[in-house]
């Protein structure tokens, strides 16, 4: 096929992958509540609600191991279509199936199709970009994913979570962007079968990565979990409390073009540290700053963009190094520290609130220290020796 070697970065192609992204956090995130809350209203106890959201782990867990070598054999464009056709019947399926025990096995599969969807995208989009630019792009990809999890509860706020509507709006937008990947304008790499089908062999090959994404998974759901209880516990109102998560976001959706600017004028590895600093400090900060409304949300929108701009030029770091099929490998065992870090942050800051007032804060700013540690001690030579400095 002509159009699997053409590799012009056009507009039109990186707007479908970035459109892809953002897909991916919308059915992450519109999936987890609504799942969530139709179970609870079906009459399932937290416990069974919890053990169908584990589900998805499983399904990323699976893809980790399986991604590299489908997409060796079906090619990038095929891979990415039957993600976004299988997310959305799976998505049309869910109401559909009035025995709930379905819906365990139906999660797994849209926990598969969530990680090729994440996993192929990032590929695809560092394909498309040039290394002078690379950065750039993923500072757009990552503010993509945030729309794409913001856009989740915006729908359920619309239209509700009763029914069959809140499943076919995510059926719907999925489909739409089905069809913008299914154009033959959109340019596509061909992905050679990788020489590794072991995820724990990536894992070795770019350890300071994964670091980084079970960091931003940590931080990112034990905020989504106890930053609204952190505020409470200081005396906060409920609905200003609530809205700290939505001002870290919006910090992560503006700031990323910034941070990618700055990742393709500079040293990636350094801009990394500074990131990681910052983010360290930001949160060392946060029993200070919440004593008045304005500097919380003016650190925390900074905060916000800082740390989800770590893991903008990791992306970019592992994009510059690696190509084809061992990249989707890399970003594969990505994923599937993701979900390692998203089942021990909640537990860890939980377990740091009990036992202190401002345990969350001191749980943030550890963590990231502690990712400083940790790449001061892996890189014996800088990531970032390989690559030019610009």
């Known amino acids: 096929m002509p159009q699997e070697q053409d590799l012009s970065p056009s507009i039109l192609s990186r707007a479908a992958v970035v459109a892809t992204a953002a897909i991916f956090g919308l059915t992450y995130s519109l999936s987890a509540a609504l799942i969530a809350l139709d179970l609870a209203a079906k009459g399932l106890s937290e416990t069974l609600i919890g053990c169908n959201a584990a589900m998805h782990a499983v399904g990323v867990l699976l893809m980790a191991f399986l991604l590299p070598g489908i997409t060796a054999r079906l090619g990038l464009r095929r891979t990415v279509l039957a993600a976004l056709v299988t997310a959305a019947s799976l998505l049309a399926l869910f109401p559909a199936l009035p025995v709930v025990w379905l819906w365990f096995p139906l999660r797994i599969l849209l926990g598969s199709s969530s990680e090729t969807l994440f996993v192929l995208s990032e590929t695809w989009l560092n394909a498309l970009s040039s290394e002078e630019t690379r950065a750039r792009a993923m500072g757009v990809y990552t503010a993509a994913l945030s729309v794409g999890f913001a856009l989740g509860p915006l729908i359920l706020s619309a239209v509700g979570s009763d029914g069959f509507l809140p499943y076919l709006v995510g059926t719907g937008l999925t489909l739409l962007s089905a069809l913008c990947i299914l154009s033959p304008r959109i340019a596509t790499p061909q992905i050679e079968k990788p020489a590794y089908g072991n995820a724990f062999h990536y894992m070795r090959l770019a350890p300071l990565a994964l670091a980084a994404t079970a960091l931003n998974a940590a931080i990112e759901t034990s905020g ?105 490998g890399i970003y594969a065992a990505m994923g599937l520290l993701w979900g390692v870090g998203a089942l021990l942050g909640p537990l860890l800051a939980g377990l740091s609130m009990q036992f202190m007032r401002h345990g969350l804060p001191f749980f943030v700013a550890f963590a990231c220290a502690l990712f400083i540690a940790a790449w001061l001690f892996l890189a014996s030579s800088p990531p970032s020796s390989k690559e030019p400095r610009r």
């Not at 106890?226 to 906060?236: I, R, T, V």
């Not at 393709?264 to 990681?276: E, G, I």
């Open 224 to 328: 989504l979990t106890f930053l609204p209880l952190y505020a409470l516990s200081l005396g906060w109102p409920e609905h200003q409390a609530t809205q700290l998560m939505t001002c870290i976001m919006f910090g992560a959706i503006v700031l990323q073009l910034p941070v990618g600017w700055l990742g393709d004028k500079m040293n990636r590895s350094r801009l990394a540290l500074y990131l990681a600093a910052l983010s360290a400090l930001g949160a060392a900060c946060w029993p200070l700053v919440l004593q008045s409304v304005l500097a919380t949300y003016g650190v925390l929108f900074l905060w916000g963009g800082a740390f989800v701009g770590l893991y903008t030029i990791m992306l970019t770091i592992v994009g510059s190094r690696f190509q084809g099929g061992e990249l989707i």
